[in-house]
Structures are given as C-alpha cells and as structure tokens.
C-alpha cells in the first residue's frame, strides 16, 4: 500500500464534545494537507465542515445515534436525514446494542434500516456505516449484527465508537471481516495512535480507520 492509498481510507475524526469551530477547521484544513480520505465530525459541525471542505474531494462523515445508540430509531433516520442535508457524505450510526444483546434482532434490523432508508432515498453515493461495538459483544452476537447490517442494505459494519474505553483489536477486525467477506466494508476504529497498529489493522481486513490522531500516525510514514 502506497502513502496516498493509505492517506484515502483515514477518516480524520474529531469527536471531541469540547471540539470549537476553530478546531473543527483546523481538522479540515489537516485533511486537505495530508489527503485524508474523509473527517468525520458531530452533526453540529458538518456544515461548517462541508463549508470548509468545498471544491476538495475529501468526504464528510458525520455519526447518528452517538455514542450509545439508545436513541429512538426515528430520531436517528431524522438525524440523518439532517446529516445529509448538511453535506453529510457518510453516516456511522451505533447500533441498540442492548436489544441486540438481547435478542430483538427485529428491533436492531429496523433501526439501521431507517437510517439506510433515508441515505438511500437522498442518494446512491451516500454510505451508511454501523457501528457495532465490538468490545461489547461477544463474537455470537458480532456474527448476528454483521448479518442484520448487511440484511439492512448498509455499506460497513465499524468495530466501535472509541468512546467506551477499549481499543480495537486486530482479533476483532479479523472476525468481522470474515463474516462480511468481500461484500461490505470494515471500519476499525477505536485507540488507533499509531502507524504499525494502523498498518495492522488494514493488514487484517480493514478497509476504513478512523482516528484522531492521524496526523500523528502519518508523521511515523517513512521518508
């Protein structure tokens, strides 16, 4: 893989509740440099974001139902629905994880589902990443959810929000990838600080990393 082939699938985030409208420029302005892929950026900010992005090719992701998914699912197609309006180009939206744990698949299908629903009738390049968290599952119900997202029709299943408190592992990278072959794409994300754990994770199946501290992870590339 190339600097600039890996430079494309780095969605620069900046997450931060804190995070001011200068630093959310600062962030784009850091993706334009370095070629990043995509920002991804809370909802609040992916105006601003789109304003600061306009005439580069770099994506606007934006996260629904964050961090803890527990948000009424027609809220969260509303939030989207927002989102794209915005600019939003991508959607991570967190899965109820609590249904899911406890077996209303039915519930969980139809929440990504309306988020699918709304990016789909915007448009087709709109891409709908579900966020799983991993580290919260056992690999059963990792198998379950890969299986509810791809029956929903979204484009990635995403190891986790990176709010909870554990890292993402290449073991679950891995797994997930293994459920979803070719079909769908693997976001990891979670703790990922540095370029030999980045290089890992993509070497495992990653197709997408989202990271605050990719510039950091690309000032490690080698001359």
Request: proline share 3%; hydrophobic share 45%.
């Amino acid at each position: 893989m190339t600097r600039d082939e890996f430079t494309k699938i780095i969605d620069h985030t900046a997450l931060n509740p804190a995070a001011t409208k200068d630093e959310i420029r600062r962030v784009c302005e850091e993706a334009g440099t370095f070629g990043f892929g995509g920002v991804c950026v809370a909802p609040l900010w992916v105006p601003h974001a789109t304003w600061c992005l306009a005439g580069t090719p770099v994506r606007i992701a934006t996260v629904i139902g964050f961090p803890h998914g527990n948000t009424l699912p027609e809220v969260k197609a509303y939030e989207a629905k927002l989102a794209i309006e915005g600019g939003a180009h991508e959607l991570d939206m967190v899965i109820q994880i609590g249904l899911l744990r406890a077996g209303n698949h039915g519930a969980v299908l139809d929440d990504i589902q309306g988020v699918v629903n709304v990016a789909r009738r915007a448009s087709s390049k709109i891409l709908v990443k579900v966020i799983l968290e991993t580290s919260l599952l056992n690999k059963e119900e990792q198998q379950i959810a890969c299986q509810l997202v791809e029956k929903a029709g979204a484009d990635f299943v995403k190891t986790s929000t990176g709010f909870i408190g554990s890292k993402v592992t290449i073991e679950d990278v891995g797994f997930l990838r293994s459920m979803v072959g070719k079909r769908m794409g693997v976001k990891a994300a979670g703790g990922i600080r540095d370029l030999i754990t980045a290089l890992a994770l993509v070497n495992a199946g990653a197709s997408r990393l989202g990271s605050s501290s990719s510039v950091s992870i690309m000032k490690m590339w080698p001359v």
